[in-house]
């Protein structure tokens, strides 16, 4: 179900007339300077129509089911529209931990979506160089406080971050979508002269818990349709361009405010400015032309995937979207404590880049290569890390004070392509990664399986075949002696040095290896070659679907992205290969999705499960 909200309007002086006009919004003969489309405030209760009746806001929230992500949560969620036909003033909020320190409340961020814009038409958003509290102090005395801000021109469009602690103002001719964490705390700072004794400046605590640094605006969204999440909200934007259907899960409701004209929700004209409220598991059907942005609470996963050369972090929210991403060096060759501080280094510039206070997240999850005991937080041995009994867990979270899972990476692989992607649809999963060696993860009964000892399992050292080429493991005969990348490259160079096989013409020396299965279409020797390559893939699908009969098998890895045009055969050979065959359920082979990014989204899983 949805319903339409019914916003509390309020006049100020310097309010305009683009919200009566452009997104039909009426207050008397009044201009509109602020249009509380989602407000809980007690003194702004915006309003809900629920079957023809209308309630308050807060009442019917009291009343109904906001999703799982609010269980236990308190709801600080503002959404408003503003216009503007005067510069207002600059403002400071301060941040969480900085409000719950001296004032024993919340702090706030917010961000700012502008609908429209005059020609000119600025916002201010942040210092424009880093500065020192006296220098600012001086600006202000000076009155040139301004000089010192970033200047920021803006046009319909365009989305901008207002993190806590920096100063902000909208100027003159500015219309904006303003969504914020739902605090009464806010100290102004400047007031371009004004003399009015009911806007009291508050110049000394905005000098307490403002950023002095640099502001360095950034106009990119996270990805298509993701704007910006924190702990509080999310945002997205979305163009409808004949027909498009948005299923909200169960763990939040939603709230949509319409942009344009000419869109439809369920075959029913909407008029531009409206806003509906979402509730959570309902399914809605939008149409027409235009755009939408859409707001809701997230329920964030944050994890670290440690590689041999870099270790890759993201936060994650519960529709599987990046909210934050970074990457920072390994150096584990430098010793442990390098290695601990480099990760603390991916946590705090996720939170950073979300603007997420440390201490929020209760649990982070991270990947390592090699033999990981997950009950005690060891790497018992990782020849990629050179690490032998490493206490990984202890040693970050004493850094970062919270509690660390940590799983071996290609667990965290199947973990992420599990739990990220539509896969949770079945109840057994086998990933298997095709890269320099070959990495399993097992998801059985919906559930991570980590070997009987608590460590990983080894698919790739399953014994297949005859052979006289010794694995890294020291043995012979292994799967991944068969098909890793390491083996492909080998024997490509014994192809190549074949003068009869034609290969040295087609692929170079600084050829990547795996050129060769896109020639099995014009070269025999290639065509041959490739075969023989899918027959040893085929021996350990097979002996996967005899061991554990899953109902999908996932192959990822850097060799997947040439070889998954034999998925299909491969699949029905497997079939009919495998004890039974056809008369056994059959299982299904798929290419997996997630990428390089599935050891980071399984490690923000291990959170989660």
Same mark, same amino acid.
């Given at each position: ?62 009343? &109904? ?33 900085? *409000? ?38 001086? *600006? ?82 996270? &990805?298509?349709?993701?704007?910006? *999440? ?19 899960? $169960? ?49 964030? %996963? ?41 990760? %603390? ?8 880049? %979300? ?9 982070? $999850? ?23 009994? %490493? ?30 992607t539509d896969k949770r649809k079945y109840h057994d999963m086998t990933l298997i990664t095709l890269g320099t060696g070959v990495g399993s993860g097992f998801i059985i009964d919906s559930k991570l399986f980590k070997g009987g000892q608590g460590s990983t399992t080894e698919l790739g050292h399953m014994k297949v075949k005859n052979d006289s080429v010794m694995c890294t493991c020291g043995q012979y005969g292994c799967f991944e002696a068969l098909i890793s990348l390491a083996r492909i490259k080998s ?31 014009? &070269? ?15 021996? $350990? ?14 192959? $990822? ?47 923000? *899983?291990?959170?989660?499960?």
């Amino acid at each position: 179900m949805f319903f339409k909200l019914i916003p509390f309007l309020e006049s100020n002086f310097w309010g305009g007339k683009k919200l009566n006009t452009l997104y039909n919004k009426k207050l008397d003969d009044k201009n509109i300077s602020e249009s509380y489309e989602f407000s809980l405030s007690e003194t702004r209760l915006s309003s809900i129509l629920v079957d023809s009746k209308e309630l308050l806001l807060k009442d019917y929230l009291e009343n &109904n089911d906001l999703g799982l992500n609010l269980k236990g949560c308190d709801l600080k969620v503002l959404i408003k529209l503003i216009d503007s036909k005067e510069d207002l003033s600059l403002k400071v909020h301060p941040s969480d931990p900085h *409000a719950k320190e001296y004032y024993n409340r919340i702090g706030k961020t917010e961000d700012w979506y502008i609908l429209n814009a005059l020609e000119g038409a600025h916002i201010y958003l942040g210092f424009n160089d880093n500065y020192t509290k006296e220098e600012v102090e001086k *600006a202000i005395e000076e009155d040139r406080l301004v000089e010192l801000l970033n200047k920021v021109e803006v046009k319909a469009g365009e989305f901008y971050k207002v993190p806590s602690g920096s100063i902000h103002g909208i100027g003159k001719g500015v219309t904006l979508y303003e969504i914020q964490e739902d605090s009464d705390i806010s100290f102004r700072i400047y007031d371009f002269d004004r003399n009015d004794e009911n806007r009291e400046l508050k110049v000394k605590e905005a000098l307490d818990c403002i950023n002095y640094s640099k502001y360095e605006l950034k106009k990119e969204q996270i &990805n298509e349709h993701l704007l910006t *999440a924190n702990n509080y909200y999310e945002l997205y934007r979305y163009f409808v361009n004949g027909f498009y259907k948005f299923k909200n899960n $169960g763990n939040s409701f939603a709230v949509i405010t319409i942009i344009t004209d000419d869109v439809k929700i369920n075959n029913k004209p909407v008029m531009k400015g409206d806003s509906y409220y979402i509730e959570p598991d309902t399914e809605i059907e939008f149409s027409g032309k235009g755009l939408f942005l859409l707001s809701r609470v997230p329920d964030l %996963a944050i994890g670290l995937d440690v590689g041999g050369t870099s270790i890759k972090g993201l936060i994650i929210d519960d529709l599987s979207n990046k909210v934050a991403e970074t990457k920072v060096v390994t150096e584990s060759h430098l010793g442990l404590d390098r290695l601990y501080e480099n990760m %603390a280094k991916a946590y705090y510039n996720l939170i950073n880049q %979300a603007d997420i206070p440390h201490g929020f997240f209760r649990k982070i $999850g991270v990947g390592c290569p090699g033999n990981i005991d997950s009950r005690t937080g060891l790497v018992l041995l990782s020849g990629n890390l050179n690490l032998r009994n %490493a206490p990984i867990s202890r040693g970050l979270s004493n850094l970062i004070n919270m509690d660390v899972i940590i799983e071996n990476d290609a667990n965290c692989a199947a973990l992420g392509e599990y739990y990220y992607t539509d896969k949770r649809k079945y109840h057994d999963m086998t990933l298997i990664t095709l890269g320099t060696g070959v990495g399993s993860g097992f998801i059985i009964d919906s559930k991570l399986f980590k070997g009987g000892q608590g460590s990983t399992t080894e698919l790739g050292h399953m014994k297949v075949k005859n052979d006289s080429v010794m694995c890294t493991c020291g043995q012979y005969g292994c799967f991944e002696a068969l098909i890793s990348l390491a083996r492909i490259k080998s024997e490509v160079d014994k192809l190549r040095s074949n003068k009869e096989t034609g290969l040295s013409e087609l692929i170079s020396d600084t050829d990547n290896p795996l050129k060769i299965f896109t020639l099995d279409d014009t &070269n025999e020797t290639a065509k041959k070659y490739a075969w023989r390559y899918q027959k040893n893939l085929l021996l $350990g699908l097979v002996n996967v679907c005899n061991l554990f009969q899953p109902e999908l098998i996932v192959i $990822g890895g850097g060799v997947s992205y040439v070889v998954n045009k034999y998925f299909s055969k491969l699949e029905y050979l497997m079939n009919k290969n495998k004890f039974s065959g056809f008369d056994a359920p059959k299982v299904k082979l798929v290419h997996a999705k997630l990428g390089n990014d599935a050891g980071a989204y399984g490690a923000c *899983a291990l959170t989660k499960v």
